[in-house]
């Protein structure tokens, strides 16, 4: 079963592939708790100066170059002149704050990792360090939302995809200021349960452990901001008929000019959305394991529409 998830995953990013960046991206090794760490770096000639930041971190049994393809980050950074990271993990599974994962077991210090590529990068271009920001899918987008309980001063944004915040972190989630906050989240995920629970084991390499429920997570954010406790709600337009709808759920009223929002996807998987494979057996695979990848909204561009309109004060 493992080697069957692992080479669906693998024909998915290859079929899912978007347009590819205009230009190269670089793999960089630095050293961080006596170990050779890496990620890669896609950084636009044409930038603004200094640049915004998204850290881009990878699902559970991905890569950064996996990362990359599936986002569409470069592509899109190309088009907007911002500067993309995509971290690689240990083993290929974040210290997400579940104590499920093997990094977690011998005490990888990956939110100190995070700060280590934004230092690295910064001697290398010129960072708006008011404008970085972090998301991911699945376990990168767990571990996301643990950036932001413990690294609010390095962040101005966080933006977990098909991800909550896990059990174990929640009632120690203490951010230092407060910080922005947007999801992308799935009614019907077969492997990160909307109302919470056990992570599901498809995935070997980040499986088990416990998140919140979307709406607790939801509603954790909200209270951490200081934002109104009703949401205003809006439905957005069906783009494609092929079960899925989207709502927003915005949070408003919240301190220090941070906003909080979500998307749930009803009748949407554990995929990034919106690609579908253009191979239709792969596409049954991915579906009948993992769900149906909505084509109702676009999570790359849905990030970068709220991760520009924030920065720290």
């Known amino acids: 079963m493992l080697k069957s998830i692992i080479a669906l995953e693998v024909l998915l990013i290859a079929a899912d592939a978007p347009v590819p960046a205009d230009s190269a991206s670089e793999s960089v090794k630095i050293a961080h ?11 636009p000639p044409s930038r603004s100066r200094p640049a915004p930041l998204v850290l881009v971190f990878h699902g559970g049994s991905e890569t950064p170059e996996h990362m990359e393809e599936i986002s569409g980050f470069s592509a ?4 907007r002149g911002f500067v993309v990271a995509y971290p690689e993990a240990v083993e ?16 990888v210090d990956d939110v100190g990792f995070a700060r280590a590529i934004v230092a690295d ?11 970085v920001y972090a998301t991911g899918p699945s376990n990168g987008g767990i571990f996301s939302v643990r950036v932001g309980c413990e690294a609010a001063d390095l962040v ?11 059990a ?6 203490h951010p230092s200021e407060p910080i922005a906050v947007v999801g992308i989240q799935s009614v019907a995920d077969p492997m990160v349960p ?12 980040a499986r088990g452990g416990r998140v919140e429920s979307s709406r607790a997570t939801q509603e954790l954010w909200r209270t951490l901001d200081g934002c109104r406790p009703d949401p205003a709600l809006t439905d957005l337009a069906i783009r494609a008929s092929d079960g899925t709808s989207v709502t927003r759920r915005r949070y408003s009223g919240c301190r220090a000019g941070v906003d909080v929002e979500w998307y749930e996807i009803a009748g949407g998987g554990h995929r990034w959305p919106p690609h579908v494979a253009r191979q239709a057996l792969v596409e049954r695979l991915a579906r009948r394991q993992l769900g149906v990848s909505s084509q ?18």
């Open 92 to 107: 290929r599974a974040w210290a997400d704050g579940r104590n499920s994962t093997h990094a977690e077991q011998i005490g």
């Open 76 to 79: 899109l950074a190309d088009r």
């Open 168 to 173: 174990p972190l929640a009632p120690r989630c």
């Open 33 to 43: 708790q006596g170990r050779e760490r890496r990620y890669l770096l896609h950084a």
């Open 156 to 166: 101005a944004a966080i933006g977990p995809v098909i991800g909550a915040i896990a």
């Open 194 to 205: 909307f109302t919470g629970g056990e992570v599901g084991e498809h995935n070997h390499f």
């Open 121 to 131: 990068i910064s001697r290398r271009i010129d960072v708006d360090r008011t404008r």
């Open 296 to 313: 109702n909204i676009d999570a790359t561009e849905t990030l970068w529409a709220f991760f520009s309109a924030h920065a720290k004060r």
